[in-house]
């Protein structure tokens, strides 16, 4: 899954309202943004094999280490506990580290049997949802429409930037998304590689956003503001 991954980020902003959209989405696409860096390192590999499945050329045969289930958890240990240290928002790593262990649910639902429950185990998931042209998009863009209304009801345009930086992630995420599946394959491994690192960008664009804009109502930005004044930052995260 791709875009639906960020329906996620985007819904989860509603229920722990001080984490910045930029921390909901490195959370989410935490183990997709360190596959690629694992595919350059030689630690995880991919094979191009157009036709593998409707919806993608790839072949995720070995990524036992950022796409398998005690893989997934790791991470997110890992991230919930460094947000939990530099913020402590118990409220805000838990949704963090639940944010991340989320990717592999939602890979799950799409991808064919390639997913690992521990590191080396014989038991692979997935439904295969990719092998349908059809019901790929309709998950993908289902989910990521339900994230983005959540987002929309939760939070407030303070400005033009507010309301336009969104909507430019919306349409930029949809069309690289559409250019993967209907466009032709990745030239090479390392291309791929090197591409998957502009993902990246979309977390620095997550703070962006979320730096223009606030909850839709004067009590709850009151009530965030009360929590911050009992020992949270004052900034978002």
Known sequence: MFIGHYGVALAAKRVAPKVSLG?????????DLIWPILLLLGIEHVCIDPGNMAATPLDFYDYPYTHSLA????????????????????????????CVVSHWFLDAIVHRPDLLIIPGGQTRIGLGVWNSLPAAMAVELGTLAIGLGIYVIATRARDR???????????????????????????????????GLFGWA??????????????PHPDALLRVEGEQRLGSPPRQG
């Open 161 to 195: 930037v507010g309301r336009w930086a969104l909507w430019t992630l919306v349409v930029v995420l949809i069309g690289l998304w559409l250019g993967a599946i209907l466009g032709p394959p990745p030239p090479s491994v390392k291309a791929l590689a090197v591409m």
């Open 71 to 98: 893989g997934a958890v790791g991470w997110a240990i890992g991230l919930a506990s460094l947000y939990l240290v530099v913020r402590r928002y118990v409220c805000g790593a838990v949704v963090v580290g639940l």
């Open 23 to 31: 921390t909901l989405v490195l959370a989410a696409q935490l183990v």
């Open 202 to 215: 979309f977390v620095l664009w997550g703070y962006w956003i979320d730096r223009h804009r606030t909850p």
